[in-house]
């Protein structure tokens, strides 16, 4: 699977916003929303995110070979671990 946390370090370096990025780049809500679940956005959408932190896709993308369900069941461990937690 593809993931964003390249793309989130970046931000955070770089003192930006995911709100910040979202209109820089011309992107919706729901966009938004699917980077930081780490779902599929479109290449216009990573071409537009790229325009905007100047960099390269390599710079903002990991590829990880665990698969989209595996990574949905550990954000439901890690959420429960979490709610124990408080």
């Known amino acids: 699977m593809i993931t964003y946390y390249k793309l ?5 370096r770089q003192g930006m916003t995911r709100e910040q990025l979202k209109n820089a780049a011309g992107l919706s809500s729901a966009t938004m929303t699917k980077i930081s679940k780490q779902e599929s956005v479109t ?3 990573i071409d537009s995110i790229c325009r ?3 960099c390269q896709p390599g710079d903002i ?3 990880n070979d ?3 369900e595996d ?3 550990l ?3 890690r959420q429960l671990k979490n709610k ?3």
């Open 8 to 12: 989130l370090d970046m931000l955070n």
């Open 71 to 73: 990574y949905a069941t």
């Open 84 to 86: 124990e937690n408080l």
């Open 43 to 45: 290449l216009k959408t």
């Open 52 to 54: 905007v932190m100047k």
């Open 66 to 68: 665990m698969s989209y």
């Open 61 to 63: 993308l990991q590829y």
């Open 75 to 77: 954000q439901v461990e």
